[in-house]
Nanobody, 126 residues
């Protein structure tokens, strides 16, 4: 059974930083691309970033490019999202998702992801 669990969310002031973590179990973590998505109240879920299974390739939404950094440690089955220079518009529930095996897409399409976590809340105060 695949389990995906996010952590690290919280309340931070504008300009601050947070680091989200995500662990995935029940599958060969180092074989799957991984992604981060977010959903703000009243808005559709949007892609934030993704990373290939072999850590060689990353992709970011324009809204977070230059501020967020995705990484992973395949020895720990863990995905990370370092979020710097946070803005109030970054406030959302952040979700980690398991993508395709040995495949990486240069896009952030939720239907490319099969397994999802329950989310971790990030709130940026102005």
């Amino acid at each position: 059974q695949v389990q995906v669990v996010e952590s690290g969310g919280g309340l931070v002031q504008t300009g601050g930083s947070l680091r989200l973590s995500c662990t995935a179990s029940g599958l060969p973590f180092d074989s799957y691309s991984m992604g981060w998505f977010r959903q703000a109240p009243g808005k559709e879920r949007e892609g934030v970033s993704c990373i290939s299974y072999d850590i060689r390739t990353t992709y970011y939404a324009d809204s977070v490019k230059g501020r967020f950094t995705v990484s992973r440690d395949n020895t720990k089955n863990t995905l990370y999202l370092q979020m710097d220079s946070l803005k109030p518009e970054d406030t959302a529930m952040y979700y980690c998702a398991v993508g395709s095996k040995y495949t990486f897409y240069f896009r952030l399409k939720s239907t490319d992801y099969k397994y999802w976590g329950q989310g971790t809340q990030v709130t940026v105060s102005s």
